[in-house]
């Protein structure tokens, strides 16, 4: 079984910054892609940015330049600083995965969430 636990969430001023944490635990072989997603009141879910096994990394045209994804091979975990926020950024994040396990079954998994409030 793998799990992704997040942390970093909170409420911060606009142009302010936050960085989110996620870290994969369980029966992991590898893990392909990364990413975060995040999830408005009343909308769809939606992808922030996702950085693949190779390194190559994808962003949301709305966080380009503001945003920076990284990800730490040997810990299993993943990061989004997001500086210069937005009221449009408050959402619910969510941590996504790729997993491939040691049974090589291949895997999506989900983290519980963690809310992000840019307000003044």
């Known amino acids: 079984q793998v799990q992704l636990v997040e942390s970093g969430g909170g409420l911060v001023q606009p142009g302010g910054s936050l960085r989110l944490s996620c870290v994969a635990s369980?029966?992991?072989?590898?893990?392909?892609?990364m990413g975060w997603y995040r999830q408005a009141p009343g909308e769809q879910r939606e992808l922030v940015a996702n950085?693949?096994?190779?390194?190559?990394?994808n962003y949301a045209d709305s966080v380009k330049g503001r945003f920076t994804i990284s990800r730490d091979y040997a810990k299993n975990t993943v990061d989004l600083r997001m500086n210069t926020l937005k009221s449009e950024d408050t959402a619910v994040y969510y941590c996504?995965?790729?997993?491939?396990?040691?049974?090589?079954?291949?895997?999506?998994?989900w983290g519980q969430g963690t809310q992000v409030t840019v307000s003044s």
């Open positions: 950085i693949m096994y190779s390194g190559s990394t």
């Open positions: 369980g029966s992991i072989f590898r893990i392909n892609t």
């Open positions: 996504n995965a790729d997993v491939i396990t040691v049974t090589t079954s291949r895997v999506t998994i």
